[in-house]
């Protein structure tokens, strides 16, 4: 057996509660303050849980998984990268729509995944109304109501996370069905990668609709990095659908809007 400590992520918007949750998983005082930003780089502290090694990366804040700020680029590098085992996104449970963007990207990045529903001692009253279940159900994964502040729920959240390793759950990542000229312009674009890319991994079902997403936002890290296949990135962009070019930002938030917009009719309590 591998003495490699097994490694988690916490990844979440600015100032929704990863270092107090990192601190509670640790009993250590690293800088929690209330502003976003306080957290500049990774920061990875070990620890141990039912006997297990963990290592635990607290990631910059981010909104979004685009290339648009170095912080949110390097957190979708650090987990293309599969550095961490398990991501643990924390959602503030009094920014649930906010929280949900970054949530939706991540879930289509396909890692194994768990969410914290963080803040809910200071949202109690807002917090009951989200419906966890509906919530996970959808999502595909466990999501664990947490406390930074109390250190409620923490240690079923390392619980759940190990659960997700330990049973080799991946997140349902194509749960968003975009409207259909969407889905359609993905489903073209993703039949081009499958057809094309050099890489087996990317090739591969889902691996291939999340860089078809990304193809389609017009990322331009993701182009940049596909400059070696000049060919497919042609294909791609002849495959999207002739968006006017006064459209062309409502078109790319159009993506992840969808999924956001999907999750919070799923999980508000009817
Ligand atoms: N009431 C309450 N406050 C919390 C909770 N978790 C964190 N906080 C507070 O929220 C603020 C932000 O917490 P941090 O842990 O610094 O947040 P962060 O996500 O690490 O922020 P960045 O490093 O800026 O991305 C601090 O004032 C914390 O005390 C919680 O569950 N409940
Ligand atoms: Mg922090």
């Known amino acids: 057996m591998s003495d490699k400590p097994i490694t988690l992520a916490l990844v979440g918007n600015p100032n929704c509660g990863k270092t107090s949750l990192l601190n509670q998983m640790t009993g250590g005082k690293d800088l929690v303050g209330n502003y976003p930003h306080v957290t500049v780089q990774v920061v990875e502290r070990q620890l141990t849980h039912k006997g297990r090694a963990l290592s635990v990366a607290d990631l910059p804040g981010i909104y979004a998984l685009t290339s648009q700020s170095p912080e949110e680029l390097s957190a979708r590098e650090y987990i293309l990268a599969q550095h961490a085992d398990v991501v643990i996104n924390v959602i503030d449970a009094g920014n649930l729509q906010r929280s949900l963007y970054l949530t939706t990207q991540l879930v289509e990045m396909g890692r194994p995944i768990v969410f914290a529903l963080n803040m809910v001692d200071e949202v109690e009253s807002q917090a009951a109304e989200i419906d966890v279940a509906a919530l996970s159900s959808m999502l ?44 359609e312009a993905v489903q073209r674009v993703q039949a081009v990668v499958q057809e094309n890319h050099t890489d087996a991994a990317v090739r591969e079902q889902e691996g291939s609709r999340w860089m078809a997403i990304k193809l389609l936002e017009g990322d331009v890290a993701m182009l940049r990095a596909e400059g070696d296949h000049q060919r497919l990135v042609e294909l791609g962009g002849k495959s999207a659908p002739p968006w006017p070019s006064t459209m062309g930002c409502l078109a790319k938030a159009c993506l992840p809007m969808r999924g956001l917009v999907m999750c919070m009719e799923w999980c508000q309590k009817r």
Do not use: I, N
Not at 153 to 175: I, K
């Open 140 to 183: 595909g994964a466990p999501v664990v109501r947490t406390s930074g502040k109390r250190g409620k729920g923490v240690a079923e959240l390392l619980d759940a996370a190990l659960d997700v390793l330990d049973r080799g759950v991946a997140p349902q990542r194509s749960f968003v069905h975009y409207d259909a000229h969407l889905e």
